[in-house]
């Protein structure tokens, strides 16, 4: 019955080990994918940012002493 016990405790710590790769793996590639989500997602919010302002005539704020700089 030991060696029963000795051999199930060497596949406790196999699955440990493959489960820990397992899961880091899982980590990166949701982090790439929501990474990718962000960038595009930001990339949409300035781009239709940009064309409203260009369309609508939005500008910044001229500062006091600034009216007259080219």
């Known amino acids: 019955m030991?060696?029963?016990h000795?051999?199930?405790?060497r596949l406790n710590n196999t699955f440990f080990?493959?489960?820990s790769i397992e899961l880091g793996l899982f980590v990166v590639?949701?982090?790439e994918k929501?990474?990718?989500m962000t960038e595009l997602s930001t990339a949409v919010?300035?781009?239709l940012i940009r064309?409203?302002?260009v369309r609508y005539q939005w500008h910044l704020p001229i500062l006091k002493?600034?009216?007259n700089k080219s």
Not at 6 to 9: D, E, K, P, R
């Open 2 to 4: 030991s060696s029963f």
């Open 51 to 53: 064309t409203l302002s």
């Open 6 to 9: 000795n051999q199930l405790i």
């Open 45 to 47: 919010v300035v781009i």
């Open 29 to 31: 590639v949701g982090v």
């Open 17 to 19: 080990i493959f489960d």
């Open 34 to 36: 929501n990474k990718i």
């Open 65 to 67: 002493g600034e009216e």
